[in-house]
């Protein structure tokens, strides 16, 4: 069993930056970010694996690609979403996974991985 707990969620004005924690309280295979805004089904954001610290980002219209950053910081075994430049359409709030086997898929079915309780993130024009 794995236990996430993110931190760092808030209210910012648009333009703004946040940064986001996830700490893990066990191993951990790879790491990844989610949102979900009201009425909307939850997207995954980023995602890191920690064996060599291969990052993945969303793309598409709404991409966090050039605006959000996520790392590693092995000692701690936690995970940082560095998101700049923010707009209310990244309002949401944000949750933090982990696969619960080696190799699995983060964007796989919720029942296998861990996920933590969510952090509000508000942008406010």
């Known amino acids: 069993q794995v236990l996430l707990v993110e931190s760092g969620g808030g209210l910012v004005q648009a333009g703004g930056s946040l940064r986001l924690s996830c700490a893990a309280s066990g191993r951990t295979f790879s790491m990844g970010w989610f949102r979900q805004a009201p009425g909307k089904e939850r997207e995954f954001v980023a995602a890191?694996?920690?064996?060599?610290?291969?990052?993945?980002?969303?793309t598409g219209a709404d991409s966090v690609k050039g605006r959000f950053t996520v790392w590693l910081d092995g000692a701690k075994n936690t995970m940082y979403l560095q998101m700049n430049s923010l707009k209310p359409e990244d309002t949401a709030v944000y949750y933090c996974?982990?696969?619960?086997?080696?190799?699995?898929?983060?964007?796989?079915?919720?029942?296998?991985?861990?996920w933590g309780q969510g952090t509000q993130v508000t942008v406010s024009l």
């Open positions: 996974n982990s696969p619960k086997e080696p190799g699995a898929p983060i964007e796989g079915r919720m029942e296998d991985a861990y």
């Open positions: 890191i694996r920690s064996s060599d610290g291969a990052v993945y980002y969303a």
